[in-house]
């Protein structure tokens, strides 16, 4: 555990960081300006025992080439705190940052306001944040790395502000650390909660890192959050993957209204082997980093958050998470596993928002039974957040392309789905409910969904008649009857990662004027004659 290990100093945890001889520190000096002795004794203790005349260090550096911002708290420096002369340090550091346009890298390690100068150092938060908010607005990457201990004002305030963060193996992490608790409330803190796992768990941090793995992880990171793009790993895409006009129907692939029966498709898309969004991910994406639910204390499995270079395109990736359902799945019913509640839908608004602020194309990927239904669901606000997705998925800024990639049951499925472009596997398909629901509300049994579903059009094809979807990608052999185990579908992921990474490289290079107006348009005429 990282409490009983030796502590890395800040200037050793850059210098892992960033490329040998990159270093540059911004700081001016800091004069020590107290009228309180014992005060300045401590100060000036701090100073020879660290060698550094305050708590925060300021700089820029190169990761893998790169040029970052880097700020970082010296625990052995008065315990990390922040007062008036770091607080300023800081600001000054991010302000620089953002006028540079330089992604910034933060790794906070402090017991947060230093009580010796009081309110006027608790306040300095305020301009910390603010200082990060602007920088996260000017489309910039916000990194933080928790080390250990991060608490109270520093972890409420620049700590808990990163785009992606992670935190050190066994770190304390928490907002009242455990010493002022026992001497508050007369009662030692509950063990194991204030931990990084613990906090990767629950939804707070994104990833566990020991030191040595942040350089690494961080320029995985920012090649995707930066917009960095490549060309697409493995065959490029053929004339017929290009992106097709945004005419009502079109597409470049597959029959028309025919093709296969919604039974057929429905029961493909439930078989156990079928791929899923993590799948594609391994078959079609480089530089993936899954982020760990809300960012806000939530973490619901049945949703992958993840940034990923698709195709070659960089973009942030939400997507129903099947994983679960492996090994549950029956093709007589719904989909087992995981289903969708509130957490996940906030889960994907906080992708949405990353998108939004650093001008990312967002591609969702559909494939799900349906949303929970239960008590927790509902007190928390399960149709809200449903709301809240469309609301946010209509509106965005960001370039967004929904991939519906198998089962597309209900409010869950509708949360992700208005985008600029939609694609459908084969035998993906959307409903208002699961067939079997369907049955049941008109008929009282389900022994009828799958004549409800022909009835309701679902099928990708019939999608793509009523100008719901855009295009169609065929499936071919490795779905068929007959050919065994997930390699079945090896062909089909390498097609649809170059089909993705063409279509969200072309959404990107649109003025972002005319395809916000296109997709409201779209939306506004589904449904309408002609």
């Known amino acids: 555990m990282t409490g009983t290990s030796p502590r890395t100093s800040a200037l050793q945890l850059i210098e892992t960081v960033v490329d040998p001889g990159s270093w540059h520190r911004w700081d001016e000096p800091v004069d020590i300006t107290t009228d309180d002795p014992a005060y300045r004794a401590d100060l000036e203790r701090a100073r020879e025992r660290t060698g550094l005349d305050e708590s925060v260090i300021t700089g820029e550096g190169r990761i893998e080439g790169r040029r970052v911002a880097v700020v970082a708290c010296e625990f052995r420096f008065l315990a990390g705190s922040i007062g008036v002369a770091s607080g300023e340090r800081l600001a000054r550091a991010i302000e620089r940052a953002t006028a540079e346009r330089l992604p910034l890298l933060a790794a906070p390690a402090s017991g947060g306001t230093r009580m010796q100068e009081g309110t006027v150092a608790f306040l300095q938060m305020v301009k910390v944040a603010a200082a990060i908010t602007d920088h996260k607005a000017a489309g910039l990457p916000y990194l933080v790395h928790l080390r250990h201990p991060t608490t109270g004002g520093v972890l409420a305030s620049w700590g808990s502000l990163g785009h992606a963060t992670a935190a050190e193996p066994g770190a304390l992490i928490g907002f009242m650390g455990p010493r002022v608790h026992e001497a508050l409330y007369g009662e030692e803190f509950p063990a194991g909660v204030q931990v990084a796992e613990n906090l990767m768990a629950h939804g707070l941090v994104d990833a566990v890192l020991p030191p040595e793995r942040l350089s690494e992880v961080a320029a995985r990171v920012l090649r995707v959050l930066c917009g960095d793009a490549a060309a697409a790993a493995g065959r490029p895409a053929d004339e017929r993957d290009a992106p097709a006009s945004t005419g009502r129907g079109e597409s470049p692939t597959g029959p028309g209204p025919g093709g296969p029966s919604a039974e057929e498709s429905i029961r493909r898309s439930r078989r156990p082997e079928r791929p899923g969004v993590r799948d594609l991910l391994r078959a079609a994406a480089e530089d993936v980093s899954p982020l760990s639910g809300t960012g806000a204390g939530e973490h619901d499995p049945g949703l992958l958050l993840a940034l990923a270079r698709v195709g070659g395109t960089p973009c942030v990736v939400l997507g129903h998470d099947r994983a679960a359902r492996h090994g549950d799945a029956a093709a007589d019913g719904p989909g087992g596993g995981q289903p969708l509640g509130p957490a996940g839908l906030r889960t994907a608004r906080r992708g949405m928002r990353i ?176």
């Open 355 to 530: 998108a939004a602020e650093l001008g990312l194309p967002l591609l969702t990927v559909v494939d799900t039974a349906g949303a929970a239904l239960n008590r927790e669901a509902e007190e928390g606000g399960l149709a809200g957040e449903i709301a809240r997705c469309l609301a946010d998925m209509v509106t965005l800024p960001a370039p967004t392309l929904c991939l519906l990639l198998g089962q597309g049951a209900g409010g869950a499925a509708l949360a992700l789905l208005p985008a600029d472009r939609v694609l459908a596997a084969r035998h993906a398909w959307l409903s208002p409910l699961p067939p079997e629901g369907a049955s049941a509300i008109l008929y009282r049994t389900t022994e009828r969904a799958y004549e409800i579903a022909d009835r309701q059009g679902v099928r990708s094809a019939d999608l793509l008649a009523h100008g719901i979807v855009d295009r169609i990608v065929e499936e071919g052999a490795e779905g068929a009857e007959g050919v065994e185990g997930t390699e079945r579908y090896e062909g089909f992921l390498a097609r649809l990662g170059d089909t993705l990474g063409a279509e969200l490289a072309a959404l990107r290079a649109q003025d972002q004027g005319e395809r916000l107006a296109a997709r409201r348009a779209r939306h506004r005429r589904i449904g309408l004659p002609g």
